[in-house]
Structures are given as C-alpha cells and as structure tokens.
C-alpha cells in the first residue's frame, strides 16, 4: 500500500484504506473516496491533485490524498 499523493499520472488504482480523524474520513466519503472504490490521478498541479473517482473529477489538496492508502 502507499499514500495517493506518490502515485503517477494516469496510473489507475483500488482504494484500499482511509485514515486520518474521523472528521477527515467522513468528509472523504462524502466526495464518495471509499474503500474498494477505483482511482486515478488525472493531473498533479504543484503538490495538489486531480482526480478522477466514480466517473467525477475532484481535485483534493496533498494533505487529503496522503491519507487515502491505495
């Protein structure tokens, strides 16, 4: 497992944990990042990412993608 914030662009991936608080976790589902949930990273824009998730684009800061274990 590693962090979402090291993957490559365009590298597809299965999301295998949250961690953080439970504040973080529940704001995390709510953007629908769960786990057994495919993933991947469209575009790196300094240290924040976009995301491609459920056919939705989302763009989460590095912080937030440090916590999603795929």
Do not use: C, T, W
């Amino acid at each position: 497992m590693l962090p979402l914030s090291l993957s490559e662009i365009g590298e597809e991936h299965v999301i295998k944990r949250i961690s953080g608080s439970f504040e973080i976790q529940k704001y995390l589902k709510s953007l629908r990042f769960v786990s057994g949930s495919n993933i991947m990273v469209v575009n790196m824009l300094k240290e924040n990412l976009i995301v491609k998730i459920k056919d939705s684009r989302i763009a989460i800061s590095a912080e937030m993608a440090k916590r999603i274990m795929v």
